[in-house]
């Protein structure tokens, strides 16, 4: 059997039955591939036992190379490379050059996490998503079990799981 | 299963399910539009056309064919900036401020007034870029580009250029936020079009949902970019008119030399953005349907956040009036009288009544729940924001230091014609908008209905 090929689907209605349900799936022995809702679900994150974004800490460091680049153009251009006496006031002071630094922080902070966000959950206009069930982006969670990932446990035993779980449909599903 | 708070109204009425949800908003993006849509769009487009042939006139001959002169060298094109600015300000205000207070009742008109910031920005950025003259060598005067002049460096210290760098990062950055919000959505769409057997609009709904999926791991990503997003989009937005409002407070005009001007500015962006918000949803609730997601309920809060906005604005005019007295600045003083019984007094009355007067009527529950008051009271609202930027700009203008260049502004046709040329562009892009793409947050609406739908 090949890996990432053959999954159990289990299609849940309700958040907090999905949210038990991944608790007993889990502590059953089972490996989740992933959980599929149309909004994001209150606590999910625990229940699948996934760590903590580390995105606000990437937005953190864009943010900063834009206040870095920012002031390091306005005091170059205006301090250094060509000086303007305008209103005789100092050729380059940090207060005029706040505003512009505070706009180019932000940009860059945001640009940059958001491309990241992009680049790390694999999002591209040009990509087909590999659909379990065209119902988890309508009303319904859909939960689905790679067999490979599962090996110890055979697919009956699986879709029993995914029943007792609380599951209102368990489907088989394969891919090319 | 449904779950309903003893001490709040429901945001969502009409006992809707999730299921609901996506059809109620996805049909109007599924069907072919209705007879009313067609007609609006062919009066925008009607407004676009023309107010383009004066945008074209007004490049082709120069800034010349606006009514501006010596004394008055800034006049509609500022105006309509800073109008067209502060609406853009509210859409930010819902989807970004109310997100950090955990607002809930955001959730159903976030993404038409997020759109409606972006076609303002875009309608405000035009009025600078056409009074530059010539716009085609705009990008060397306002961005630091290395130029033939050796680089002579754009001025840093103007702000003017500070403008300009927020502005576009406004737009930039309230565009992200907007299309982040989109993604998911998309993908209902998409996933209808799938079960529909629609393999066109299937491709095109993928391809703008940038092949979302609805893990639990990227929606929780997908959780945190929008709260830091909406972390730095509200010091951002407070920023943007902060600067806008700088433009006239570092100068040396009686009128505008105030430190008020920033909070000032911001607080009557906010309240005109409402007001724009409101005649936007009451018009697009009624047309789509969407009595069930935009509620009374809605309506009432925005109208509190219209009062409230509207009392800092009336008290900051009349603080205006109470520091050119107190400062016994001869010229900051005539400054005012000016304002308030010169030849512009009827524009500065105009603008006390519709935006101190007026949304003092929404202490009434009856008139702040009333669909017809609302949308007139709204539309006057913007009526005397507008003339509020007029009032500060032209009165402070056209009686200078010295007598003998005094004036009146007159606009002339192509002044009406660009300012008709947002409303075209404006009103074209929201149409679209609300034709193409969800004009509600379906998955954040779904994930209040357990909570917040009425009960049946």
Known sequence: ?176 | MQVTSVVRDPLVTGGKTIKDVSHDISRHVENKPTKLWWMAMAVSIALLLWGGYCVGVLLWEGVGVWGLNKTVGWAWDITNFVWWVGIGHAGTLISAILLLFRQRWRMSINRAAEAMTIFAVICAATFPLAHMGRLWLGFYWALPLPNTFGSLWVNFNSPLLWDVFAISTYFTVSLVFWYIGLIPDFAVIRDRAVAQGNKIRAAVYNALSFGWQGGAKTWMRYESVALILAGLSTPLVLSVHTIVSMDFATSVIPGWHTTIFPPYFVAGAIFSGFAMVLTLLLITRKVFKLEDYITIYHIELMNIIIIVTGSIVGIAYITELFISWYSQVEYEGYAFYNRVVGPYAWAYWSMMTCNVISPQLFWFKKIRTSLVATFVLSIIVNIGMWFERFVIIVTSLHRDYIPSSWTMFYPTWYDVGEYVFTFGFFFTAFLLFAKFFPVINMAEVKSIIKSTSEKQ
């Open chain 1, 1 to 176: 059997m090949d890996a990432d090929k053959h999954f159990v689907v289990g299609v849940f209605n309700d958040e907090d039955v999905l949210l038990d349900g991944i608790r007993k799936v889990r502590s059953g022995g089972v490996k989740i591939q992933e959980v599929y809702s149309p909004f994001p679900v209150h606590g999910i994150d625990d229940a699948l036992g996934y760590k903590k974004s580390r995105l606000p800490i990437a937005a953190f460091l864009f943010g900063m190379t834009g206040t870095g680049l920012a002031l390091l153009m306005q005091f170059w251009m205006l301090g250094y490379d060509w000086p303007m006496i305008i209103g005789g006031k100092n050729f380059a002071s940090l207060p005029p050059f706040i505003p512009v630094t505070f706009e180019l922080t932000v940009l860059l902070a945001a640009l940059g996490m958001v491309g990241t966000f992009l680049i790390v959950s694999d999002m591209k206009p040009y990509k087909w998503p590999r659909q379990f069930d065209i119902r988890s982006t309508q009303d319904m969670h859909v939960m689905a079990i790679d067999l490979a990932a599962n090996a110890g446990k055979s697919k009956e035993e699986l879709k029993r799981l995914l029943n007792e779980s609380g599951a209102v449909e368990v489907n088989e599903k394969s891919f090319e």
